[in-house]
């Protein structure tokens, strides 16, 4: 039974919906099943995990995957009392934490583990619980923001890609890609095949052989008053420093979005920085457990414009085409608070829910901004103090030794 005494809670642990309650009992069954037989650092771990395989018909790996996971929560103490109250987090989200803080610096644990217990606490009623993808996501930008690297399975910058021809005379093509090339890629070949009607692999094709031009945007967002601030892609989210600042210094259109929230326009259709604007807030089609990108979602006005509802911020809300249309036809409706972005959301057969915007246009988006800015400012301080040491201790040494006499 869910023991969270505050007024706010998940989805998963809505105390009134009784297979939300039948479904975190079996999460707390299965959670402290699997912490009772975690196995002692002194064991025989390959035993234990064919053991533990044999006794629940799940594979070796997946064993493996879930005790690595609760090892992992042994270090991460406000996320692990956390869990204890809520039961929330299902072993998909606890291997994608385990998996997305694989190689982390062990004096940045502490530090992640607020960052990761605030994020993963339910600020609303009936929130909808972050996904796997939001979670790892969240945990990346916080690594960033220590400056502390990224385990991945490549050499940072490295463009892997294979060809591998298939029995039925196909051919698949896999390509190892940084995010932001890859979110180009992806816009480049959804343009060139709506365009043209071709199917996403013929436009690839086209793209590739150079027979289509296409042009994309990737939108940035990133404070202007703060220094050293993070930077923020559409369909991809928080950026590292690196990948900001080489991306940032090729933009060519910049629009002052505290301008654009408060403007108004008398025609159904949002205009550029408008539209930017609401896909800054959402970050995501905002119905709950969508995660499509708010890049390629719809700007739907809450309250119909016909209907007298205005082309502003505050009544526009991204949508996928699927739910937009739901909405269109009445199947779902939504209110959303103007500050915050916060949407609750009312189903036809009376179930509802509410879902926190995830962009960096938000009051928690500009919180998380300051203090990566302050983080960051703090590590170039550091650097910057310890080059100055390091010269002032080579000129030392330096000025104490005297070229030799001439040899004449």
Not at 75 to 91: I, S
Not at 144 to 153: H, I, K, Q, V, Y
Not at 333 to 362: C, H, K, N, R
Request: charged share 20%.
């Amino acid at each position: 039974m869910n023991t969270n005494t505050t007024p706010y809670y998940y989805t998963v642990n809505n105390p009134t919906d009784p297979m939300a309650v039948h479904m975190t009992t079996i999460r707390k069954t299965d959670h402290l099943a699997w912490e009772e037989v975690l196995p002692d650092e002194d064991a025989d771990f390959e035993h234990t995990v064919a053991t533990l395989s044999i006794s629940t018909g799940i594979t070796r790996n997946r064993v493996t995957q879930i005790i690595l996971a609760l090892y992992q929560l042994r270090d991460l103490p406000g996320l692990r009392a956390l869990q204890h109250d809520l039961f929330h987090l299902d072993t998909q989200r606890l291997i994608a934490i385990s998996n997305a803080l694989f190689g982390l610096n062990p004096d940045h644990l502490a530090t992640v583990d607020d960052h990761l217990t605030d994020y993963l606490t339910p600020t609303t009623p009936n929130q909808v619980l972050p996904s796997a993808r939001a979670i790892s996501n969240k945990i990346a930008a916080i690594r960033d923001m220590l400056s502390d690297p990224r385990a991945t399975n490549t050499t940072p910058g490295t463009k892997e890609v294979h060809i591998s021809p298939n029995p039925d005379g196909t051919t698949d093509l896999q390509a190892t890609l940084d995010p932001v090339d890859a979110t180009l890629i992806d816009d480049a070949i959804r343009n060139h095949a709506n365009a043209t009607g071709k199917t996403a692999a013929e436009a690839l094709v086209d793209l590739i052989l150079g027979k289509a031009t296409v042009t994309v945007d990737l939108h940035l967002y990133t404070a202007s008053d703060l220094a050293n601030a993070p930077v923020w892609a559409s369909g991809i989210g928080w950026l590292d420093s690196c990948t900001g600042e080489k991306w940032t210094a090729r933009t060519t259109r910049t629009h002052d979005m505290d301008k654009a929230r408060d403007k108004h326009l008398n025609g159904h259709d949002p205009c550029h920085d408008i539209r930017a604007a609401v896909k800054g807030r959402d970050g995501t089609c905002r119905f709950p457990g969508c995660t499509a990108k708010a890049i390629n979602c719809d700007c739907d006005h809450r309250v119909n414009h016909e209907d007298g509802g205005g082309t502003c911020v505050h009544n526009l809300c991204s949508l996928c085409r699927h739910h937009h249309n739901d909405k269109t036809n009445g199947r779902i409706t939504y209110f959303m608070d103007p500050v915050t972005g916060i949407v609750i959301w009312l189903l036809s057969d009376g179930t509802w829910a509410v879902t926190v915007p995830e962009g960096p246009l938000t009051p928690t988006g500009a919180r998380w901004a300051q203090t990566v800015s302050q983080y960051r400012t703090k590590h170039r301080q550091r650097w910057a103090a310890a080059a100055k040491a390091e010269a002032t201790t080579e000129t030392t040494e330096t000025a104490g030794v005297q070229d030799d006499e001439p040899p004449f």
